[in-house]
């Protein structure tokens, strides 16, 4: 078989009936910003399982604390403890589900995880 031929037939495999194939393998990328709105995207939706990665390019330490990990009785999901200029905090996936998260650092910074089972709805930053 021709090189082009194996290509298009592995491109035609991964597209399968139900539209584009996801590389779940690949985070899901959030940035730490100075100004608001904070976490950009503020709320993005992610598929179940997926690595999500928030990236510090500020010259400020920031985290990314669960809101869970605040009150009593409620399942601490993820807490970075403080995330140095230019360093990054990431969680191997998250159950389906909604997640609000804040910075303790600076408690205006706040963002919401979507996690879906559906491969058909991530957002894009």
């Given at each position: 078989m021709s090189r082009i031929l194996i290509?298009?037939?592995a491109v035609w495999i991964g597209i399968g009936s139900s539209?584009?194939?996801?590389d779940t393998s690949?985070?899901?990328?959030?940035?730490?910003?100075?100004?608001?709105?904070?976490?950009v995207p503020i709320a993005p939706t992610v598929v179940s399982n997926t690595p999500i990665r928030w990236d510090n390019p500020t010259p400020t330490h920031h985290t990314v604390t669960h809101s869970g990990c605040v009150g009593e009785g409620s399942s601490c999901?993820?807490?970075?403890?403080?995330?140095?200029?230019?360093?990054?905090?990431?969680?191997?996936?998250l159950?389906?589900?909604?997640?609000?998260?804040?910075?303790?650092?600076?408690?205006?910074?706040r963002g919401q995880l979507i996690i879906t089972d559906s491969p058909s709805t991530p957002s894009q930053l």
């Open positions: 290509i298009l037939i539209g584009l194939a996801l690949l985070p899901t990328r959030i940035m730490m910003e100075d100004g608001s709105p904070y976490y999901l993820f807490d970075s403890g403080a995330v140095s200029p230019g360093s990054s905090f990431s969680v191997p996936g159950p389906a589900g909604q997640y609000t998260y804040h910075c303790r650092i600076h408690p205006i910074m």
